[in-house]
């Protein structure tokens, strides 16, 4: 996708709201990545600002992907003694001391199979086993948390699907057909353990809740409900808790593994994330949702790095880097960097359309002003 002033991505942000500038100031400490000349990198020098928000934009094929994804990354995982693939060339690489973890946070799925779901992958469902377990009904039948789990031998599972709520039955020369299992339908345990009941749900019928409807259910269980809130602020509160991880898009893994890591109950540490076109897919309105949240990473002293074409990723960022300045051979190029505002003054094609952006929202503000 090429940015330009006039496209119908562009045309269609004109009436939203421009974030103002994050207020988080001047930078403190950066990395540095010089002579970077993997494939059709120029020996480009990168400058990253710790602790805040980079966008890397540019037209189709400038060299985006292969600078951060192919040698930032890589090299950085490799300065912290982390396994990574070889980056590629680069001369040399200063500041990476100023983070701890290092990791890309892709649209690869989270799980192939129906075991893997969002309540797992999110380390919630250990804590509503130990609830159901907890109850009156449970109690008195003897049941442990190990009870309700559904990939446990020795729980409550459904014997006829083990515990998956469906059957897969092969099909010679045609793609297998996965039916609801018949003896559970499909709510993945035996009758007595769905005899137990928290809040009126039994454990199958969370399994059924959307993560918006989860976390009002649980909302006096912080290390639940906060994951939860955490895919409603994504745009992917409709996802189902016990939703097979194979069924998903790879936005949603993404916004999956975003919200594990926001949540995450280990000490926190400062990371930089890697984010590859995060928006693909989502509407406007989720767009915003999904700045919001990388705020929110940023503002705990993480360190994010986007490779983004959408005008409002780009205009809410701290610090743009934009390669071109076309693709291939005539890319390869640092063609405009700085803040937003910076970038806009510059007759790039990241530079028009956030011109524009700018453009219309002084445009805006001032007549606001006029009437008020």
């Given at each position: 996708?090429?940015?330009?002033?006039?496209?119908?991505?562009?045309?269609?942000?004109?009436?939203?709201?421009?974030?103002?500038?994050?207020?988080?100031?001047?930078?403190?400490?950066?990395?540095?990545?010089?002579?970077?000349?993997?494939?059709?990198?120029?020996?480009?020098?990168?400058?990253?600002?710790?602790?805040?928000?980079?966008?890397?934009?540019?037209?189709?094929?400038?060299?985006?992907?292969?600078?951060?994804?192919?040698?930032?990354?890589?090299?950085?995982?490799?300065?912290?003694?982390?396994?990574?693939?070889?980056?590629?060339?680069?001369?040399?690489?200063?500041?990476?001391?100023?983070?701890?973890?290092?990791?890309?946070?892709?649209?690869?799925?989270?799980?192939?199979?129906?075991?893997?779901?969002?309540a797992t992958f999110l380390g919630i469902w250990d804590e509503l086993r130990r609830v159901f377990a907890a109850t009156p009904e449970a109690k008195i039948k003897g049941f442990?948390?190990?009870?309700?789990?559904?990939?446990?031998?020795?729980?409550?599972?459904?014997?006829?699907?083990?515990?998956?709520?469906?059957?897969?039955?092969?099909?010679?020369?045609?793609?297998?057909?996965?039916?609801?299992?018949?003896?559970?339908?499909?709510?993945?345990?035996?009758?007595?353990?769905?005899?137990?009941?928290?809040?009126?749900?039994?454990?199958?019928?969370?399994?059924?809740?959307?993560?918006?409807?989860?976390?009002?259910?649980?909302?006096?269980?912080?290390?639940?409900?906060?994951?939860?809130?955490?895919?409603?602020?994504?745009g992917v509160g409709y996802l189902q808790l016990g939703q097979g991880s194979n069924t998903l898009s790879g936005g949603e893994a993404q916004r999956l593994k975003l919200a594990?890591?926001?949540?995450?109950?280990?000490?926190?540490?400062?990371?930089?994330?890697?984010?590859?076109?995060?928006?693909?897919?989502?509407?406007?309105?989720?767009v915003e949702k999904l700045i919001t949240f990388m705020g929110r990473l940023v503002d705990r002293g993480d360190t994010l790095v986007v490779i983004e074409h959408h005008p409002?990723?780009?205009?809410?960022?701290?610090?743009?880097?934009?390669?071109?300045?076309?693709?291939?051979?005539?890319?390869?190029?640092?063609?405009?960097?700085?803040?937003?505002?910076?970038?806009?003054?510059?007759?790039?094609?990241?530079?028009?359309?956030?011109?524009?952006?700018?453009?219309?929202?002084?445009?805006?503000?001032?007549?606001?002003?006029?009437?008020?």
């Amino acid at each position: 996708m090429v940015l330009e002033g006039d496209s119908p991505t562009a045309r269609a942000l004109k009436a939203s709201q421009v974030r103002p500038p994050s207020g988080r100031g001047e930078a403190t400490q950066w990395i540095e990545l010089k002579g970077a000349r993997a494939n059709n990198l120029k020996r480009v020098d990168l400058r990253l600002p710790v602790g805040r928000l980079n966008v890397v934009s540019g037209v189709s094929g400038s060299g985006k992907s292969t600078l951060i994804r192919q040698v930032l990354y890589p090299a950085l995982r490799e300065k912290l003694d982390r396994v990574t693939a070889k980056p590629g060339p680069f001369t040399s690489l200063h500041g990476a001391e100023a983070v701890k973890r290092v990791l890309s946070v892709d649209q690869s799925p989270i799980g192939r199979t129906p075991r893997s779901v969002p309540a797992t992958f999110l380390g919630i469902w250990d804590e509503l086993r130990r609830v159901f377990a907890a109850t009156p009904e449970a109690k008195i039948k003897g049941f442990t948390p190990t009870r309700f789990s559904f990939n446990s031998a020795s729980g409550g599972r459904c014997t006829a699907c083990d515990g998956q709520g469906a059957i897969s039955h092969e099909m010679s020369f045609l793609p297998d057909v996965v039916t609801p299992c018949e003896a559970c339908n499909g709510a993945r345990f035996d009758a007595a353990t769905l005899e137990v009941r928290y809040h009126g749900l039994t454990i199958g019928d969370v399994l059924r809740l959307s993560a918006d409807e989860a976390k009002d259910v649980f909302k006096a269980l912080p290390r639940v409900a906060a994951p939860l809130e955490c895919l409603a602020d994504l745009g992917v509160g409709y996802l189902q808790l016990g939703q097979g991880s194979n069924t998903l898009s790879g936005g949603e893994a993404q916004r999956l593994k975003l919200a594990a890591e926001l949540t995450a109950s280990a000490r926190h540490e400062p990371t930089l994330y890697v984010l590859d076109e995060p928006t693909t897919g989502l509407h406007l309105g989720d767009v915003e949702k999904l700045i919001t949240f990388m705020g929110r990473l940023v503002d705990r002293g993480d360190t994010l790095v986007v490779i983004e074409h959408h005008p409002s990723v780009i205009g809410a960022a701290d610090h743009v880097v934009e390669l071109g300045p076309d693709g291939g051979e005539a890319g390869g190029h640092i063609v405009a960097e700085g803040s937003p505002r910076e970038v806009a003054k510059q007759k790039t094609p990241t530079g028009r359309v956030l011109k524009s952006l700018f453009s219309d929202e002084d445009t805006r503000s001032r007549a606001a002003a006029r009437r008020a």
